[in-house]
C-alpha cells in the first residue's frame, strides 16, 4: 500500500512539474491570474455606482425671501444636488422637458409665513420628479427629504420655529454607515473576478491542449484521469487563489474597504468556490475542445450569472420568486453573500455555514462532472 502511495505521489509530482513548466511557457495564465483581477476591479470598482451626485433640481418660489433663499443654500450645500432657481412653474416645467432638470420643487407664496407662524399649518411644498428612471426618482426624493430635514432642524434651533408634525426623524445605518457603493460592490466584484479567473484558467488553457493535441498525448500517458485533473487543479488553484489575495489587497488599500472578518473564513470559502470554478473550467474545455467555444461557454455560464443572479448588483429579495429560486444554482450567490459579510459584518457563522456547505456542493458537483464526462469521452 505504501509503494502504490508512493508511486501515486511520484505520479501526480510529475505531471505538477509539467503544468508548472506549461505555465511558465505560456504567460497568459498568469495574465489571468493577475492581470484580470487589476482591470476588473479597477473598471467596475470606479465605473460602477449607486450614488447619483449633483442632480439638477429646479427651485420655484413664489415670493423668494430669505426663508427659500435659506432652503436654495441648504439643497445646494448637499454634494447630491445641483439647485438653480426658475423664474416660474412654466420655465421649470420646460426644463425639465428638455432634460436638463430632473425635478421641480416649488414653495408657495405663504411658504415663509407658515414657518414662522406657531399655530399655522404645515408649510407645503411640493417636488414634481422626472420618474423616466424611477430608481433615480426614488434618490432624489430621499435626497431633497434628508436636504430639507436637515435644513428645518437647523432652522428651528436657531429661530426657534415649529419643526412640522414635531417629529424628530433619527437615522442609523448598520455595517455600511457611509452609504458607500463601494462597500456594496466590490465584494461582489471580487467574487465576479475568481468566477472568471478559475473558470477561463482551465477552460481557455486546457481547451487550447485539445486543439494542439498535447491533451491526447497526456491520456496517453500511464496517469490516470484522476491524476491529470487532479494535478491540473492543483496548478491552477494556486494561480486561482492568488488572484483572490490579489483582489483583496486592492480592495482594503485602493478602496479603503473595511475587513471585519477573518482569514479563517475566508480562506476555506475562496478555496471552495476556486474549486467550483476551476472544476467547471475543466468541464466547459472537456465538452467544447475549441478556445473560442469555452472562451464563449465561461462567459455565460460564469460571468452574466454572477453579476445578474448573485446579489451582486440587484438585490435578489426584489426580484421575481420564480427568478429568486433559480439564483440558487448559482454558486456566485453564496460566494457574495460571504463576503459582503465578512467584509462588513465579520465571521457572522450562521450566515457562513450554510453558504460555505452549499460551495462544497457545488465544488463535488462539478470535479465529479468533469471527471463523469471526460471518462465518456474517452471512450
Known amino acids: 500500500m505504501s ?11 510529475r505531471l505538477a512539474r509539467k503544468e508548472v513548466k ?9 495574465l489571468i491570474a493577475f492581470l484580470l483581477p487589476i482591470v476588473l476591479i479597477l473598471v467596475n470598482g470606479f465605473g460602477i455606482s449607486f450614488d447619483a451626485r ?15 433663499r435659506g432652503l436654495t443654500q441648504a439643497l445646494a450645500a448637499s454634494p447630491y444636488l445641483d439647485p438653480r432657481s426658475e423664474p416660474d412653474m412654466v420655465a421649470a416645467e420646460r426644463a425639465m422637458a428638455r432634460g436638463e432638470v430632473r425635478g421641480i420643487l416649488v414653495a408657495r407664496e405663504d411658504f415663509g409665513w407658515r414657518l414662522r407662524k406657531r399655530g399655522a399649518s404645515p408649510a407645503p411644498l411640493a417636488l414634481d420628479i422626472n420618474a423616466t428612471d424611477p430608481n433615480t426618482a426614488r434618490l432624489l426624493d430621499g435626497y431633497v427629504s434628508g436636504a430639507l430635514a436637515t435644513w428645518l432642524a437647523g432652522e428651528a434651533g ?22 458607500r457603493s463601494a462597500d456594496a460592490i466590490v465584494p461582489g466584484i471580487i467574487a465576479m473576478i475568481m468566477t472568471m479567473s478559475g473558470t477561463l484558467l482551465t ?3 486546457v481547451s487550447r491542449e485539445w486543439e494542439h493535441g498535447t491533451m491526447e498525448s497526456m491520456l496517453a500517458s500511464p496517469a490516470t484521469m484522476a491524476e491529470l485533473i487532479f494535478a491540473k487543479l492543483g496548478c491552477y488553484f494556486v494561480l486561482g487563489m ?27 470559502t475562496a478555496a471552495l468556490f476556486m474549486i467550483f470554478a476551476l472544476g467547471l473550467g475543466l468541464f466547459i474545455s472537456t465538452i467544447a475542445r475549441n478556445q473560442f ?10 460571468m452574466l450569472p454572477a ?29 457574495v453573500s460571504i463576503l459582503q459579510t465578512l467584509f462588513l459584518a465579520g465571521d457572522v457563522w450562521p450566515v457562513l455555514l450554510p453558504n460555505m456547505a452549499a460551495l462544497a456542493v457545488a465544488a463535488c458537483l462539478a470535479v465529479s462532472a468533469t471527471l463523469a464526462v471526460t471518462r465518456r469521452r474517452l471512450d
Not at 509503494?3 to 509530482?13: P, S, V
Not at 506549461?22 to 498568469?30: G, K, M, N, V, Y
Open 22 to 30: 506549461q505555465i511558465l511557457r505560456d504567460p497568459s495564465a498568469i
Open 158 to 179: 436657531e429661530r426657534r420655529l415649529r419643526v412640522p408634525g414635531g417629529v424628530e426623524l433619527q437615522h442609523r445605518f448598520w455595517f455600511n454607515p457611509e452609504l
Open 3 to 13: 509503494r502504490f502511495a508512493a508511486a501515486l505521489q511520484e505520479e501526480i509530482r
Open 242 to 268: 492568488g488572484s483572490m489575495f490579489l483582489s483583496l489587497l486592492l480592495a482594503v488599500t485602493l478602496f479603503e474597504m473595511p475587513f471585519r472578518g477573518s482569514l479563517v473564513a475566508l480562506v476555506p
Open 54 to 68: 449633483h442632480m439638477k433640481l429646479a427651485v420655484v418660489a413664489a415670493a423668494p425671501d430669505e426663508m427659500v
Open 307 to 335: 453579476m445578474m443572479l448573485s446579489g451582486m448588483l440587484y438585490d435578489i429579495a426584489s426580484m421575481p420568486y420564480w427568478l429568486q429560486v433559480i439564483t440558487y444554482a448559482v454558486p456566485a450567490r453564496y460566494l
Open 293 to 302: 467555444v469555452a472562451s464563449q461557454a465561461a462567459f455565460l455560464t460564469t
Open 203 to 205: 477552460a481557455l488553457i
